[in-house]
């Protein structure tokens, strides 16, 4: 879960990186205006459960596209030098949304090693593992086999 003003610095920092103003279909509006209606968007989210009104505090509403958007800006700024390092050592990296699939011919120990490192990084964000001959990814089954790989897509049905 991302945390709202983390979300929002980040959004700021990628916005000032690409464009000074971000515009709209009427005018342009500053970065830091951007930010602050975005930070109110979030600290202003409420939702309903069991007939009770809550108010949002952490991350941003499931389903909303102003949060998918954030977490995938805070995901990108906290994965960039993880990417660096896959794409130096020239092993592949996908991500969706939380879902992550990486190659490495890193040892287990060198794995548990790196996953530790990037699981201290950001309290927020908890990197898991599995290790196989099989690997599942959004709804595709990757099995390893040599001398080529071969997926299978899975039905949720």
Not at 38 to 63: N, W
Not at 92 to 100: A, G, H, T
């Amino acid at each position: 879960m991302m945390p709202q003003k983390g979300a929002v610095t980040s959004l700021a920092f990628s916005a000032s990186k690409q464009l000074y103003k971000i515009k709209t279909h009427h005018s342009a509006i500053s970065i830091d205006t951007f930010a602050r209606l975005t930070r109110h968007v979030l600290e202003t989210s409420y939702f309903a459960l069991d007939g009770k009104y809550y108010k949002q505090i952490k991350g941003g509403a499931m389903g909303s596209a102003v949060t998918q958007v954030l977490a995938d800006i805070y995901m990108y700024e906290w994965e960039k030098d993880f990417l660096a390092i896959q794409t130096t050592e020239k092993q592949l990296y996908l991500r969706f949304r939380d879902d992550v699939f990486l190659t490495t011919e890193l040892s287990h120990d060198q794995i548990e090693q790196r996953l530790l490192f990037y699981n201290d990084k950001d309290t927020n964000i908890k990197l898991t593992y599995e290790i196989g001959n099989t690997a599942n990814y959004l709804d595709v089954t990757i099995l390893k086999r040599t001398p080529r790989p071969r997926t299978t897509i899975c039905s949720t049905i």
